[in-house]
């Protein structure tokens, strides 16, 4: 029987990127989003897989999508949580309800599906849980308050995760995207930018698999990505 990857927050970047990637290891592919148009068409580039719409904004909704992981496909051994959207605006002009979605989205949401899958991965002694995390988890911008700090939150978390199962063989690590990544909408947003001030969802999902293969005695818990040309 072959492992199993949950993919939450699948979209055409970082999230096919590391459903194609852990795919073509064997892994039996999962994948949650809330365009179940955008799924099924990525589900049928990817044979066995599974396609599954879910807000991870709605703990009920995670635990019930959980279920039927459960019972498809069985438990699984890595989940990658790429689910980071939110409102971006200033101070002044930051909504109530954008608050609260991004921080259930970026925060409530990873809480509740890492508590699907800890107890089978302790049970196994083994697993991972990979956080896509951002720029904005170090520092808030003006522009960002309330994805900032649902990132920061995020990053906090993860950081708990992290030291609490490490010990159990549980490896958490939180990967920071700093730059822009390419897709067709922000090439359309900043055609001035060079290629190489251009992040790869590829490149992006390697990295990913490469901390789910790291030995125990160097785990790395967070992890800066940034494309070579961009100023840091």
């Known amino acids: ?52 719409s879910c807000d991870v904004r709605d703990p009920e909704a995670i635990g019930a999508v959980f279920e039927q992981i459960h019972d498809e496909v069985g438990a699984p051994d890595i989940l ?21 979605s991004s921080w259930r989205t970026n925060t409530l949401g990873l809480l509740v599906a890492s508590q ?24 808030g911008g003006a522009n960002s308050t309330a994805f900032a700090s649902a990132k920061s939150a995020q990053r906090s978390l993860a950081q708990s995760m992290a030291r609490r199962l490490g010990p159990t063989g549980i490896h958490v690590s939180y ?19 060079p290629d190489e001030y251009y992040l790869q969802p590829d490149d992006i999902a390697q990295s990913v698999y490469d901390l789910t293969c790291q030995h125990r ?13 961009e100023k840091w």
């Open 116 to 139: 699907q899958v800890i107890p089978p991965m302790k049970a196994r002694a083994s697993g991972s849980i990979v956080v896509i995390g951002a720029t904005a988890s170090l520092r």
């Open 80 to 100: 990658v949580y790429n689910a980071g959207s939110g409102e971006w605006s200033t101070v002044e002009e930051t909504t109530v309800d954008g608050m609260e």
């Open 217 to 229: 005695s160097a785990w790395t818990f967070e992890l800066d990505l940034r494309p070579f040309g």
């Open 175 to 193: 990967v920071i995207i700093d730059g822009i990544i390419d897709l067709e909408r922000t090439r359309a947003a900043r055609p001035d930018i």
């Open 1 to 52: 029987m072959s492992k199993v990857c949950v993919v939450a927050g699948v979209g055409p970047g970082n999230g096919a990127s590391c459903c194609r990637r852990f795919a073509a290891e064997g892994y039996s592919i999962v994948m949650l989003a809330r365009n179940a148009d955008y799924l099924n068409s990525l589900s049928t580039q990817l044979p066995g897989s599974l396609a599954i």
